[in-house]
C-alpha cells in the first residue's frame, strides 16, 4: 500500500508542478514577447533574433519558476487531500511526515541539480547571450532602421536622430541630429539627405550628411557657430562586443570567485541560494499545507504567495547588504535560509506533537 500511495501523491505534486510551471511562463512569456516585438520594431533587435531572445529568456525564468512553482504545487495538491479527507485516511493508516516526504523527493531529486545548474551556470550564460545579441544589433545598426518620422535615439553616443523619411537604399531625407559634443557644446545638424557608410576603422562608421548646417554652441548663451556645408562627414565608434567591466550577474562563477568583491560574493551566494530555497521551500510546504477537511484547495495560496515573498525579498534585501558591506559575507544570505529551516522544523514538531514526548 505505501508504494502505491507514494505513487499517487508523486502524481499528484508532479502534474500540478508541470500545470503551474507551465501556466507562470506563459504568462511571463506573454510579456516577454510583446518587449521583444517592440524592440524589433525600435531596432534594438534583428528581426531573426528575436526567437533566440525569448528562448534565452526560458533559461532565466526557469531559475525562480521551478521553486515558486514547486512551492505551489505542494501547497496545491496536498491542499486538496486534506479538503477531500484523503490525508486523514492515509494518517490513520500510520503514514507519517516521511510518508509524504518520500514520493516529494522523487520530484526534488533531478528539480534540486537542473536549478543549481540554472542559477549557477545556465541562466547567467543566457543573460550574457542576450546582452551580447542587443549589443550586435547595436553594431549593425543603420540609417534604415529608424522609423520615419520619430525622434529615434542612434549610436553608442546616444545622438537624437529625425528624418522625415528613409529610402529604400537607406539614405533619409531632410534630416536632424542633436548630440553632446565632448567640450559640453551641443551640436545641432539639418541636412537635406543622409546616408552611412563604412570607414577604414572596422570599429567606426560614418555618417555623411549633405547640403545642411550644422549649430554649434553652448545652450542659454549667444555663443553659437553656424557652418553652412554641402557634404559633412560625423564618425561614431561602434560599441564593444567585450565589456572589459562586465557585471556580476553575466560573470562565470569562477569568474565571480576570482574577483572577491563584495558584490561578486553577493552574487555567488544568491546563485547557491536558489537551489537551496527550492528544497526548504519545498519541505515547508508539507507542514505549511495542513488544513481541515473541506477547507477549500485554495484556502493556503494566499499564505504560500505571501511566504515565498518574504522569503525572496529577505534573501535580495541580504544580498544588497552584502554588496554595501553592512553584514559579513560569513553571515550573508545564510542567515535567511536558517530562519526557514527553523520555521520548517517548528512547524513539524508541533503539528506532529514532537514537543510533548520531548517537554514533560
Known sequence: MTRILDRYIFREITLTWLG???????????????????????????????????GLSVAQYLTILVPIGLFLSVMLA????????????MMACRI????????????????????????????PQALEAVDRIGAEAR????????EPGRFT???????????????AEGDMENVFIQRQ???????????????????????????????GRRYEGVPGTSQFRVVEFAEHGIPYHL???????????VMSFSALRRAGAAEHVAEQQWRIS???????????????????PRAGRYGRLAVALLVFIIYFNMLNAAKAWIEQESISPVVGLWWVHACVVAITLTLLAYQNNWHKRILP
Do not use: C
Open 78 to 89: 496536498l491542499g486538496r487531500l486534506y479538503r477531500d479527507s484523503e490525508m486523514p485516511a
Open 20 to 54: 503551474v510551471t507551465m501556466v507562470l511562463m506563459l504568462i511571463l512569456l506573454t510579456n516577454q514577447f510583446a518587449r521583444v516585438l517592440g524592440d524589433v520594431a525600435k531596432g534594438k533587435l534583428p528581426k531573426d533574433a528575436a526567437f533566440d531572445v525569448i
Open 181 to 211: 559634443a565632448e567640450n559640453g557644446q551641443v551640436e545641432v545638424v539639418i541636412a537635406a539627405r543622409g546616408e552611412q557608410i563604412d570607414s577604414e576603422d572596422e570599429e567606426s562608421r560614418l555618417l555623411v550628411l549633405h547640403n
Open 96 to 123: 507519517g511526515p516521511s510518508g509524504i516526504y518520500r514520493p516529494l523527493l522523487w520530484l526534488l531529486v533531478p528539480l534540486a541539480p537542473a536549478v543549481a545548474w540554472l542559477s549557477i551556470s545556465g541562466a
Open 274 to 292: 536558489i537551489p537551496l530555497a527550492t528544497i526548504f521551500l519545498a519541505i515547508l510546504a508539507v507542514p505549511l499545507s495542513k488544513s481541515r
Open 153 to 167: 535615439v542612434f549610436g553608442p553616443d546616444e545622438a537624437v536622430v529625425y528624418g522625415e523619411s528613409v529610402t
Open 239 to 249: 560599441p564593444n562586443l567585450e565589456k572589459e567591466d562586465p557585471k556580476p550577474r
Open 139 to 146: 553594431r549593425e545598426a543603420d540609417l534604415a532602421s529608424i
